[in-house]
């Protein structure tokens, strides 16, 4: 099975079709889940003693599972946050996977990590931190999250040493993504919630009070750039003037909205971002990469080496030929060298394209914020931030939201969950696909009546 013959020469043929056509599709299928009871009917046996061949499992796939799988790149999923990854990045995600380039260490993925590097200076550039900052891509803000406190936390032990506080704890908002907490629980510390300002922005006098009542005990602030319900920034500059004064590492977490640093629309909400000593971004999410995608920054990547760097016999050889190992940053050892589709498309198209579509969902944000403020039967619940629309139906509670949302996903109008805000049920757009149109949104809007 691993040789080439006639049948993967048919197959690869298959393959490059699909991946042309669905690359041209228009419009894309929504699509709707099934249960498992009907996906097992209608697949029979996947895995057999002999195989059902590449053809057959192919067809399995386009006929039965991919239907099955919703497409997040449908112009009116407007849930959580979509993605809408450039033609070009897709492509280039087949080139990786038949590259076979092993992407944790420099020794053996010079070439690759190069270019990954490339697409990571531009967004330390675009963030405003030093040269010298640097990273990884890891698989998700999640992961991203976790690496970044789990150097932030052995920094403070290592400068700490006998002095360390029995438990540990962070500082975040209520605002702040889930990961932040489920980061705290792998690392069995606590998270100290910091209160908001009018705003729902975290400030650096509330983050300077906390600190002064916990002490050493605080390891890390960490501030949210485009919270995901409402696409909030936290006041980044006051809060890293108060981390640098007190000597706490301050992490920004701009999975969903750190894109908006590419837009000279949004850039100065980020003012202070530069002080990060660590930062994210999802180039899946609003800067049209295929999944998986993370990017994380380090003001000091020697730090990130101290807590992730991997040491074994059989490993020494890497170290050997330098230290600029991309598996030495987050907690991963093998990695795919999931920057490239990013590096790829930016490459090609240019980063005034990434600004020119990124704008196109802050054009769409504008649109549906007016819409909604024209009708009446939709209240901003709001005002928008970044490319993210929160508002509620009137006079709907939460089982007529979600019977809606049920209704639109089962008839493919749209895919737009219910969310929460102070207890009570919103809707939210999330804009990050510049196919989207104001039609389609009147039309969702329409429909909500
Ligand atoms: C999406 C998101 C995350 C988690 O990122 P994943 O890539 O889903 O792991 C973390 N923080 C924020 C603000 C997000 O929007």
């Known amino acids: 099975m691993h040789d080439f013959d006639e049948e993967t020469d048919a197959l690869a043929e298959k393959i490059f079709t699909y991946a042309r056509d669905r690359t041209r599709l228009d419009p894309i299928p929504l699509n709707h889940p099934k249960t498992e009871d009907e996906l097992r009917e209608q697949c029979g046996p996947t895995i057999t003693t002999d195989g059902i061949g590449g053809v057959a ?30 033609e070009s990045a897709v492509l280039f995600d087949l080139v990786v996977g038949a590259a076979s380039i092993y992407g944790g260490s420099w020794l053996e993925g010079a070439g690759a990590i190069y270019a990954e590097n490339e697409a990571l200076d531009w967004l330390r550039q675009l963030a405003g931190m030093p040269e010298g900052a640097g990273g990884v891509f890891v698989p998700g803000g999640t992961v991203g999250n976790l ?51 009018e705003n729902r922005r975290m400030t ?13 005990s605080i390891f890390a ?11 909030i920034i936290d006041d980044l500059r006051s809060i890293g003037e108060v981390c640098r004064e007190r000597g706490v590492w301050m992490h920004v977490d701009g999975a969903y909205g750190g894109a908006g640093l590419a837009s000279a629309r949004t850039r100065s909400l980020f003012d202070g971002l530069e002080l990060a000593d660590s930062f994210i971004v999802d180039p899946h999410k609003w800067l049209f990469a295929p999944f998986d995608c993370c990017a994380l920054l380090y003001r000091d990547p020697s730090k990130a080496v101290d807590a992730h760097a991997q040491h074994a016999g059989y490993l020494a050889f890497l170290d050997s030929h330098g230290d600029k190992n991309p598996s030495d940053y987050a907690i991963h ?37 007016e819409m909604i403020r024209q009708a009446d039967h939709v209240e901003l619940a709001h005002e928008p931030n970044l490319s993210v629309v929160a ?22 109008l749209a895919f737009v969950t219910p969310s929460r805000l102070d207890g009570t049920p919103i809707y939210r757009f999330c804009f990050v696909n510049p196919r989207t149109t104001t039609d389609e949104i009147a039309e969702i809007l329409e429909a909500l009546k």
């Not at 650096?204 to 050493?216: F, I, K, P, R, T």
């Not at 602030?221 to 696409?231: D, H, K, R």
């Not at 240019?350 to 969902?361: C, Q, S």
């Not at 809606?404 to 008839?411: C, D, G, R, V």
């Open 57 to 86: 499992a192919l067809e399995m796939f386009t006929d039965i599972l991919e239907p099955a799988s919703l497409s997040v790149d449908y112009t009116k999923y407007l849930s959580f946050v979509p993605a809408a990854p450039t």
């Open 391 to 412: 508002f509620h139906r009137v006079g709907w509670d939460a089982a007529q939201y979600q019977a809606w949302s049920e209704k639109a996903m089962a008839s493919g």
């Open 333 to 369: 050892l093998t990695r795919r060298v999931r920057g490239l589709p990013f590096w790829f498309s930016l490459a090609t198209h240019g980063t005034a394209a990434y600004e020119a579509a990124i704008d196109v969902t802050l054009d769409l944000t504008d649109a549906a914020a």
């Open 147 to 197: 690496s970044a406190l789990v150097a932030a936390r052995h920094a403070a032990v290592l400068r700490l040493g006998d002095d360390r506080p029995a438990r540990f704890a962070m500082i975040a908002s209520k605002e702040t993504h889930s990961s932040v907490q489920a980061a705290a629980l792998v690392m069995d510390c606590d998270v100290i919630l910091c209160e908001t300002d």
């Open 221 to 231: 602030v960490v501030t949210t750039s485009g919270t995901t319900n409402l696409g």
């Open 204 to 216: 650096g006098s509330e983050v300077a009070s906390l600190l002064d009542e916990h002490g050493d």
